[in-house]
């Protein structure tokens, strides 16, 4: 036990994430334009430009916008320590929303002058997030369970553009020389294990108790949990580094997946079930239209590890992309929809009126966004997801174009609901 | 307890407040209780409540309102708040 004494340094300007989230519906309209213009050819096999386009404006223009926004307010909020040359988080937006924008377009049949100009926009934004954040992450003087986890989201995101970008040199006239499977399988768990599930799962254990005052998981499950991610993190970098592996069944690509099944199970096994039981026990059951976000996303969660079975051992390619689709949009993104629906009316309020609190009356967090607005951007999203597993079945293309415009409206829902809450005064 | 928060936060024993219990509250209404009752802080009064976890967002607005305030973190990481106006 100890009494602690705290820098007092302010969380960033709320310019900073609202940036960043504010973002988020331009990813989603660039995957539903990729929807609409290639209909289901996007959704053939995971390996096709368009493919990886899809996946791209999801991963990187939905995800990465919203956890790079979010990292920012919680690094200061839950480990007490503020970002470094925060200003610089700006430079990041416009540099990874361009970055996206040339990735994209390349993949889309654009010059390849795009992809080169879009790996140096990357390689900008992305040392601009990771050096000022992890200098902030290692110095902070809250070191629980939260923030380890950050520190795995951060590191994950670093390794992982690297990788990423050495590989998309290949669509700028580059060569890549080490076995692409593989380091495509190592690139993924990192990217959707390390950097995405490990940031769920760390800021899941600060926000869902805080907010919906339901049980904690306890130090000792965090841990083992915690643990159980690295394994599966490191283990597949070390296939790769060593290239252990035979052919046939167990490649190296295919043994690099199997190592990552420790952090498979943590995230999309363990997590959810843990979350879902505490969500069902909490204290106060008031109506949340924001946790039907968590129990949507956390129930896609559970059925990504079947599905990315069913990948690994069935030749039909709709498995996989299923699996990607349920796992970006159906698990992640649900569950990042729901966060912002809670975190941004928390930062407006935080920051314009509980300077007031005491002094005058001032509004309450809960009175910023209605319930009715949560509902039907909860209602777009789980059609989106929904429309897209029935369109991913039937490769059709109307039915991907719908999902396509689905998804427009949950972006232009997303960005009203935003727009709504940023503008309170 | 008394003797344990007494000795934490160098309080006299006659004058330990009760610990206000805010770990059961959604955020940010702990914060809100807190600016509430430290609005109305006499001189010689203190407010000691018991949140989650470090209210790091909190303590600039008490610094702006000339409240002093000391931490002590427990072992289940829950987090004992005091607050005294500055002399």
Redesign the interface.
């Given at each position: 036990m100890k009494t602690v004494g705290l820098s007092l340094d302010q969380a960033p300007p709320l310019s900073i994430p609202a940036s960043f989230f504010l973002t988020i519906p331009i990813g989603m309209l660039m995957a539903a334009y990729i929807l609409l213009k290639t209909g289901s050819a996007a959704l053939i096999s995971p390996w096709m430009p368009h493919a990886l386009a899809l996946t791209h404006a999801g991963s990187l223009g939905v995800l990465g916008m919203g956890m790079i926004g979010a990292l920012y307010q919680m690094t200061p909020v839950v480990a007490g320590s503020p970002v470094p040359f925060t200003r610089l988080a700006h430079i990041a937006h416009i540099s990874l929303v361009a970055g996206l924008l040339g990735f994209i377009w390349r993949l889309m049949g654009g010059p390849m002058s795009m992809m080169s100009a879009s790996i140096v926009c990357f390689s900008i934004a992305i040392s601009a997030v990771v050096l000022p954040l992890g200098w902030a992450l290692i110095h902070a003087p809250t070191t629980n369970e939260t923030v380890q986890g950050m520190r795995v989201a951060v590191a994950s995101l670093a390794v992982i553009t690297v990788i990423g970008l050495v590989m998309a040199s290949g669509f700028a006239g580059g060569v890549f020389s080490a076995n692409r499977m593989l380091w495509v399988q190592v690139h993924l768990t990192l990217a959707l294990l390390g950097w995405v599930g490990g940031l769920i799962m760390a800021v899941s254990w600060q926000v869902i108790p805080t907010f919906y005052l339901t049980p904690d998981d306890g130090k000792t499950t965090k841990r083992w949990l915690l643990a159980l991610l690295l394994t599966g993190l490191v283990l597949p970098l070390l296939v790769a580094i060593t290239g252990v592996g035979i052919s046939g069944f167990l490649s190296p690509s295919r043994l690099a997946a199997i190592a990552a099944l420790p952090a498979a199970i943590a995230i999309w096994l363990l997590h959810p079930a843990l979350t879902l039981r505490n969500i069902s026990n909490r204290q106060r059951k008031r109506s949340d239209a924001s946790l039907f976000f968590w129990q949507a996303g956390l129930v896609s969660g559970l059925l990504i590890i079947p599905i990315a079975m069913a990948a690994l051992l069935l030749p039909d390619p709709r498995w996989q992309v299923l699996f990607g689709w349920l796992l970006i949009w159906g698990w992640a993104a649900t569950i990042m929809h729901g966060m912002l629906t809670r975190i941004v009316p928390f930062l407006v309020w935080f920051h314009r009126y509980s300077a007031r609190v005491g002094l005058e009356i001032v509004p309450s967090m809960r009175s910023l966004l209605t319930q009715q607005r949560i509902k039907i951007g909860f209602i777009l999203h789980l059609s989106s997801v929904l429309l897209g597993v029935i369109a991913i079945y039937f490769q059709t293309d109307w039915l991907a174009q719908l999902t396509g415009l689905i998804l427009v409206a949950t972006a232009f829902s997303i960005m009203s609901m935003l727009i709504h809450v940023l503008r309170s005064q | 307890m008394d003797k344990l928060i007494s000795d934490?936060f160098s309080l006299p024993g006659k004058n330990i407040p009760e610990i206000i219990d805010l770990c059961?509250?959604?955020?940010?209404e702990p914060?809100?209780k807190i600016?509430?009752?430290?609005?109305?802080l006499g001189p010689d009064d203190a407010y000691l409540a018991r949140l989650?976890?470090?209210p790091?967002?909190l303590?600039?607005?008490l610094?702006?309102r000339g409240l002093a305030w000391?931490?002590?973190?427990?072992?289940d990481?829950s987090v004992l708040i005091l607050i005294r106006r500055r002399s």
């Open positions: - | 934490v059961n509250l959604e955020a940010p914060m809100e600016l509430l009752a430290g609005a109305v989650p976890h470090i790091y967002p303590l600039p607005h610094e702006t000391q931490l002590h973190e427990e072992k990481g």
